[in-house]
């Protein structure tokens, strides 16, 4: 990935200053457009379903609804590690080929809700070719150390929505 400049480059930090919910993962701060955030629960129990990637946990129920699961630790090839009572389900909406869906993301806590301004966010450093970060919209800049800001429709390609699509209908 390449580390756009000019124009287009300040047109799109001016597009990602808004309100983040932020969240800890093995230590590592991280947000998601507040926007996309419909709840968050508390642990509940995650009923597996066969044949899928490890990092779907499987589905829960959710006032009747049906609600894909991942560990967002597991996606991100982070160790596994145990559900303590911080642990949380961050219910999120996300677009897929079918239009919108709802799935919740487990993350080791939750932190808060940053208000992010422009001047604090700068684009996601370049990793070479080999490694994908298409997912990270840029880093926020806080007092308190870095943020990764995320883009939560890239976190799952287009072939996990299809597969998690396929599981809940």
Do not use: W
Request: net charge negative; charged share 25%.
């Amino acid at each position: 990935m390449t580390v756009k400049s000019g124009p287009d480059q300040t047109e799109n930090i001016c597009e990602k200053e808004g309100k983040y919910l932020t969240f800890s993962l093995a230590g590592e701060e991280y947000g998601i457009g507040i926007l996309q955030v419909k709840e968050i629960i508390g642990m509940m129990p995650i009923t597996t379903v066969p044949r899928t990637p490890d990092f779907v946990k499987g589905v829960i129920n959710l006032r009747g609804k049906v609600i894909p699961v991942i560990d967002l630790r597991l996606r991100f090839s982070i160790e596994e590690s145990r559900y303590t009572e911080r642990t949380c389900i961050i219910v999120v909406e996300i677009s897929g080929t079918h239009g919108d869906m709802v799935i919740g993301i487990v993350v080791d806590s939750v932190s808060e809700v940053l208000n992010i301004k422009k001047e604090q966010i700068e684009p996601s450093p370049s990793f070479g070719t080999s490694l994908d970060s298409e997912y990270i919209l840029g880093m926020a800049k806080l007092d308190n150390g870095v943020k990764i800001l995320l883009d939560i429709n890239k976190v799952l390609g287009a072939d996990d929505i299809s597969m998690l699509e396929k599981k809940t209908r």
